[in-house]
């Protein structure tokens, strides 16, 4: 027995198979595309990806192209025909597959990939057949029959191709790929029988969602500040895992579950290609902004939301923190606005404000409760902005206006379905709009969806109808577009606003 010979054939029938079976579920899928691949590109090189994804007349070329090349090369590797050729051809596949999503250059978000640099399965499977190329030996195979093999042999190697026992021993060797090829074919086609096409290689299945190329327009921008933002701000509860999910305990460890540091990132590209250009995020997120700033380069303005250390009689080291992760805007949180006020502590939220100004930071005060802020106004402390809950109370699980009690947002939650269980969070919404109108600092509404409640049209539309300058939604990354879309409508319909706009 020849090992080395059946363990390069072993090697080079693996390579094979990845291939083949990747191109065949693709093939099978029937309505898979690289279009969203190619769009999402990152790196030195996306441009080039981005535009070919972006056409249609190319993808009509590409996507054919993409499945019979991985045929032709996984079959011509398994039964080991044309092998140069087929080894050759994979590599410059498998790095153009590389290039798409370097490991480097600002891009490590390979798809279906861990946190990797410059090495991926890519590369590794290229530098395999690279081995596979330059190895004289390229084990059994259908090449080395007298029907596939033209050229002349050796005179020793005609020798003994004149011994009959052994030219048979050896063409059957060579065959054996065959009945291996249908062996790997046959658990392939039972295993989609009964589980379908493979969903990582063949067509991912997708949420339903507009894709970038869907986009309306141009999201409008107004000031913060000396800050340029866009009227829709993303927000980061989704990101962070706070649902607001009223009795359906498993949806925080659902949300954490799906949106992964990758898919953070992802929703984050692509909520930056829709135009929106800030996030508002709760302070634990702040080292997660740190790094994706600093792997893609982004420009994303990030508004983080800070609260004191009242154990150790602290106000300021989340101010100080937030400003060493990278933040743009500071703005005092809005739960510990309301606990503050609430305790009689007020004086606590006006040194955390003169103190983000006094480092030359836009300072916010956001609030759950109107209350908090209609105390603030009347001791004359007034932020760069507010940023306030504006949804209003016509859905469902509101509870009655009567049971309301302010400041009971993040408090406790009662089992009366008459009281207050994480279900509302703008307690009073004509207050809230009568202060709204009379502010004269810009105004973000957040929560204008009501944790979900709410539909984008309806809540977007009764926020900035209602005097929001900004609107701050979280979103996951199949809404993003869609949000884009019903925030550029609903602006350009617009009816029933008094109040003027700021910044």
Not at 107 to 115: K, M
Not at 144 to 158: G, T
Not at 217 to 246: C, D, T, Y
């Amino acid at each position: 027995m020849n090992w080395k010979k059946l363990v390069i054939t072993l090697f080079r029938i693996i390579i094979g198979w990845h291939f083949l079976y990747e191109g065949i579920s693709k093939l099978v899928a029937g309505n898979w595309s690289a279009a969203s691949y190619l769009s999402n590109s990152t790196g030195p090189f996306s441009g080039f990806y981005q535009w070919v994804g972006s056409s249609e007349g190319l993808m009509n070329i590409v996507d054919p192209a993409n499945i019979i090349g991985l045929i032709l090369i996984g079959l011509g590797l398994f039964i080991g025909l044309a092998v140069r050729v087929s080894s050759i051809s994979g590599i410059v596949l498998l790095m153009l597959y590389y290039f798409a999503y370097p490991p480097f250059g600002g891009s490590l978000l390979g798809p279906d990939e861990g946190n990797l640099f410059i090495v991926n399965k890519n590369l590794i499977e290229a530098l395999a057949l690279t081995v596979l190329l330059l190895l004289k030996e390229k084990g059994y195979g259908l090449y080395a029959l007298k029907i596939f093999n033209l050229k002349s042999n050796s005179i020793e190697d005609n020798k003994k191709s004149t011994e009959p026992n052994n030219s048979r021993r050896e063409a059957l060797k060579n065959l054996a790929t065959i009945p291996a090829l249908g062996v790997f074919g046959f658990g392939a086609f039972k295993e989609m029988q009964t589980f379908g096409v493979d969903t990582l290689s063949g067509a991912t299945i997708q949420v339903e969602g507009a894709d970038i190329s869907e986009l309306k327009g141009e999201l409008p921008k107004g000031k913060i500040g000396n800050h340029e933002i866009s009227r829709l701000v993303a927000g980061g509860n989704l990101i962070g895992g706070w649902a607001h999910s009223r009795d359906l305990h498993y949806v925080p460890s659902l949300f954490r579950a799906y949106n992964t540091e990758k898919k953070i990132f992802e929703t984050l590209m692509l909520a930056e290609k829709a135009g929106i250009n800030s996030i508002n995020i709760g302070f634990p997120t702040s080292a997660l902004m740190q790094k994706y700033k600093k792997i893609t380069g982004s420009k994303i303005k990030v508004i983080t939301q800070v609260g004191p250390d009242m154990v150790n009689n602290d106000f300021y080291v989340n101010i100080n923190k937030a400003i060493d992760f990278g933040a743009d805007i500071i703005q005092v949180q809005g739960n510990w606005c309301d606990w503050l006020v609430r305790d009689n502590r007020i004086d606590v939220v006006e040194k955390m404000l003169e103190n983000i100004r006094s480092q030359d930071y836009t300072a916010g005060l956001a609030s759950h409760t109107v209350d908090a802020l209609i105390a603030c106004e009347e001791q004359g402390i007034i932020p760069d902005y507010y940023m306030k809950t504006m949804h209003h109370d016509n859905y469902w699980s509101a509870h009655p206006k009567e049971n309301r009690v302010a400041f009971e947002v993040d408090g406790k939650k009662h089992l009366d379905h008459n009281r207050f269980h994480d279900n509302l969070f703008c307690l009073f919404p004509d207050k809230t709009t009568a202060f709204v109108e009379r502010a004269k600092v810009p105004v973000m509404g957040f929560k204008v969806l009501a944790a979900g409640a709410i539909k984008p049209e309806d809540g977007f539309n009764w926020a900035f109808k209602n005097g929001a300058d900004f609107i701050c939604v979280g979103m996951f990354d199949f809404q993003v577009v869609d949000d884009v879309n019903i925030t550029l409508d609903v602006l350009d319909k617009l009816e029933g606003r008094t109040r003027k706009w700021y910044g």
